[in-house]
């Protein structure tokens, strides 16, 4: 982007914010044409901002910027509304979204479906949607989206149809490779595979397994680094 080039009227959500100077902020936003960017917002901090009603974690927002190098400059931001805040349990769920979207997508690449996909689950989260169904299908999303998609309907290495009624071990990068008596690996079950490929979480060890799975293709591409909102989420549960 060159020095001179303006943004107007970007569909975008803030993922975090961070203090910069004593009036202004950097805010982390993931727009749905222009993926993930940092912006200096001016002024953002003072008392009397028209920016501090305006940006809101887990809303639709309208974000006008221009400038070039890593960091631009906000020049306009607009309250879309139309979601109900996040609450208890919903928002601590949306700030785990918020955190793979800052910790695994690169900055200023476009995918408006992982775009869509987030806004969806914000919407379903926000009307009590069932939590871990949308959480699974936002991962999957991420995952494809950036060139980690999985194959779960057909077994590695042959090619078949992963069968409902045997057993397997998913292999990172990979797939699913039929589990023998002497695995060592956690085991899921062809059924939680196929179920996993077509959305559909009504069974509860389909939910459970699927769960157990996703965190260990999450945790492989985070690549060790440790999420904030699922240790808070751990400990609030101890609570």
Known sequence: MSGKQRIDGAAAFLLHVHPYSETSLILDVFARD????????RGARRPRSALRGVLMSFQPLELS??????VKTLAKAEWLGGLPLLTGKCLL???YLNELLLK??????AHAALYD???DALAALSRGGAE?????RFEKTLLRELGYGLALDREAGNGEPVRPDRQYVYQVERGAVLAHGDE??????GKTLLDLAADDYADPRTLAESKGLMR??????LGGQPLQSRRVFVELQEL
Do not use: N
Request: no cysteine.
């Open 216 to 221: 260990q293709l999450v945790a492989h591409y």
């Open 93 to 95: 769920l949306g700030y």
């Open 132 to 136: 871990a169904a949308e959480l699974r």
């Open 117 to 119: 996909a987030y806004g």
């Open 65 to 70: 910027w221009f400038g070039g190098g890593e």
């Open 34 to 41: 222009h993926g993930r960017l940092a912006l200096l917002a």
């Open 184 to 189: 060592t690996a956690s085991t899921i079950s």
């Open 104 to 109: 695994l997508m690169p900055r200023e690449d």
